[in-house]
């Protein structure tokens, strides 16, 4: 059993790094790289290692624009990840304890809400109608309401694995549906918790659609607005790019080292079985 | 709800407890309102958008006025040149890389829950594309895949090979952007489905053990059957997201060359993008039945499925 | 046409007070003190570097002044920004935008400012004027140059082969055979950036115009299609090169970037491209290439019409929702814009593709030779406006049924085929009877 491990982990590592290590690591190698150089597009070391300058360039463009983009993207996904989870970790809980009638309506919402794109225009006008267009506000409560869908999926799809007994026993010690929900049943979906975070973080960090339509202006740039802009701008300045990209992929890996001992905590804990 | 499994029997002392609810008429444990906040933000800011915008499907809009023609956007939509190409290209992807992630996020789950050395290495590292925003994906991709200059075809043309145009060759740009695909969004299924495996209690695999089970007949019983909620999971999210993604083949060939990497998600945007509000939204509605077609009997039966079991 | 847009009634009163409070942030109009004006660019480095220009000239002479800049990205995507920007009331002090077809999309009369009472309109280029108007009025000014549709050519391969500025299709494709008999790649095309593959269609349209003329009003009114001659000339002139393989290898991955690096560093002896992008990249990144780069128009097959396909310079627009003092500042800022002095200001800024269309506003001397070979078909008046300014109709697709003929995957006939089949939406789109 051990040495099999070792077998297949060793073949694991050498396939996962060639598939999946090497393209990052020609992102780094052309972020590293002078503007010339960049362009050829060579799989090579640099002559000269200009990570720390690009990186520089890239965060002073604009006035700087990136440092304010990172703050702007880090309250945007925190709060509308942080609000879309509870909320529909509430629903996915009662959606899947409970028989009523309201659950064919929830069922067909969430995937229409997975299968329907957002209608642009519309959506800009009931934001303007309660005063939220162009405010940060106004582009949390969209991604709220555009990634509920997939977190209810997740959460109706996990909190069967919660033993009802749980339930039970709480409500007999007294708990009302309130305690219930937020100081039993919650804590135990962390694995789950954990994924729809993680993912969620992701979507909501890495969009730039929403953020162009429904929060436009320069101060309120988000961190992929402005790689998109460094893209659109057909420039031959790939290495920047890649400076660019490598610097804002690095909150979003953060998080995940963080919630990646989340995650096995959450499985050595047995939280799940009850 | 399908999902919803028969509550337990129920003990002698549960009893008396939920049919003192019941009287109380709106104290069930699970509350109706707890619908309530998240169905605010949903119905305001996406069923009244919605809502508005199918009925500009069946008007001629340009944003500052919409004039009502009945159904003629969908006529139009119908005759739309790439529509067929769109339409079987959408469902070849959409099968292709949903069934991909199925199987690959499956078998790195397990791999991945095994007991292997640098496992959480290998953990952090295929989870990682999925942390990438989609245009960083695209455009380092479009490098790598570069006929001529990019390092995929260098590498094989070391060994001899002369590579192939991934994103030029109008049969093959599909495939190309399918894998990479694959590739971004492998992470996740199999994240979902070690969330799943780590819930199968490891007393069922004690069991197999004594009666003498081999580690196919583990899978096969035990971890197939139990991780089903999860597949149902990956298997929804990933047809989902395939029969409508196009994020990244606009990222990487813009439906191109020529039409050849069109899917009916690019279609629509091209019809948005020209300025054709009315004849995209129309658009929009056609894959949304489209979608729903396939996905709500799929999702019922799925889900009926976990509950025979 | 109704008017039917439900929650808008509803929803306006409460943009406007958003309107009021977003510029209230920006510019202190209400103190009489400075004033700020915003405008909406896009965000290519060429209009990015052209505006700073213009905002710091302006600045000099108008310190109470500040014009700020905010851009969006190019392409379809930053015509859906404007629209949806002017459609929720949402736009800038003022905008900088297309004329031609592009600005019709807008529905001038609806949402922006008539600007035909204003001092300066006399002293525009009747072309120009046209672009930016509809029947009830003038609504822009020119900030930018005009520019060509042609073939860049190197001049250095033409001296070294000893060829001459071809004048028919048939020289230019003798010219090919001798530059690709030389080894050198005689057409450079980037498919990578699809927009480039339509400047060989685009800009052969001085040669329909001149083989029959009228046909932009038959086309707009459904009569004329691109399926026959003289118009599907431009459709087959791609198929025939690249059934003669006079390409560049890399045409189907190549970006617009790459096309330029061949032309400039002498790869490549053609591209067909338009005047004002290349200047512009000439000016950034191959100064050294302003001498060895000319221009001369793409070649007709039939007769002897020998003349460029002209684009019109991007108008500046003031939306309805600008009102009271930014209005007034923002009219004073444009009728600055359309002054000499903003001109030099321009010209100092950017490299130029084509001459102003301004009265009184000169190129300056040391225009790349890109521009100077574009002078003689001006001062001999051999110049015509490209389609999208004569006609409102332009399809959406047009970019990828030109890489398709242009990579052999489709037929000239059957692309043109197709060609005429999307147009038919945006007639539709337009309201047009066909």
Redesign the interface.
Known sequence: MRRRGVVLGSVSILASTVVFVVPFVFVLLTASKSQQEASLLEFSLPTEWALLDNVRTVLESNDGILVRAFWNSTVLTVASVAIMTVLAAMVGYVVQRRRSRWNPVVDAMVLAGLIIPPAVVPTIWVLQGIGLFKTMAGLIAVHVAFGLSFCILLFRAFVATIPRELDEAALIDGAGPMRLFFSVIFPLLRAVIVTVVVVQAVTVFNDFTYALYFLPGADNATVQLTLYNFQSQGLNQWNLLFADVLLITIPPLVMYVIFNRQIVAGMTSGAVKG | ?T???P??A??A??RP?RRD?RRAGR??????W??L??GV??L???????G??FW?AL??W???????IGL?NFA?FFRE??LVKGFVNTFVYAFLTSGAKVVLGLALAV?LT???????????????????????VG???K??L??????VN??LSWVGVTGP?W??D?SLALFSVALVDV?KGVG?AT??Y??GL??I?QEYYEAARVDGANAWQNFRNITLPLVR??T??VV??SL?GG??SFDLIWTMT???????SDVIGSVIY????????G?S?AG?VV??VV??VI??PL?RWLNRKEVTL | MNRTRPLTAGAAAVAAALALTACGGSGDAGDGEATSLSVYIDSTPASVELWDGLTAAYAEENPDVTIEVETHPGGSEGDNLVKTRLATGEMNDLFWYNSGSLFQALKPDQNLVPLGDEDWVDSLDENFATVVSTDQGLYGAPVGASFAGAVIYNKDIYADLGLEVPTTWDDYMANNQAIKDAGLVAVAQSYGDTWTSQVPVLGDFYNVEAAEPGWADAYTAGDAKFVDQPALAGFEHLQEVFDAGLMNEDFASATYDDAVRMLAEGQAAHYPMLTGNVAAAIGENYPDAADSLGVFPLPSSQGDANGLTVWMPNGIYLPKTTEGAQLEAAKEFIAWLVTPDSCAAQAEASTLGGPFVVDGCDLPDDVPALVSDMQPYFDSGDTGLALEFLSPVKGPALEQITVEVGSGIRSAEDGAALYDEDVVKQAQQLGLDW
């Open positions: 709800m999902l919803v499994r509550a337990p129920g003990t002392a549960t407890a609810s104290r069930s444990p699970y509350p109706s707890f619908f906040p998240a933000f949903y305001v800011l996406f069923v009244v958008p919605t508005a915008s500009y008007t001629r340009d944003l500052y006025s919409a004039e009502f003629d139009q040149p790439a791999l095994s007991q292997i050395i640098a496992r959480g290495y290998l953990r952090s590292v295929v989870f990682f594309p999925v942390l990438v925003s989609t245009i960083g455009v380092t991709f490098v790598l570069d006929p001529f200059d990019g390092a260098q590498v145009g994103l030029t109008p590739w996740l994240l979902i070690i969330a780590v819930a209690p909620p999860a149902v999971t929804l999210l989902i029969l409508r813009r439906g191109g060359p020529g039409f050849s091209k019809q948005y993008q020209a300025g054709f509000y004849l939204t929009n894959l949304f979608i729903a996905i709500f999702s």
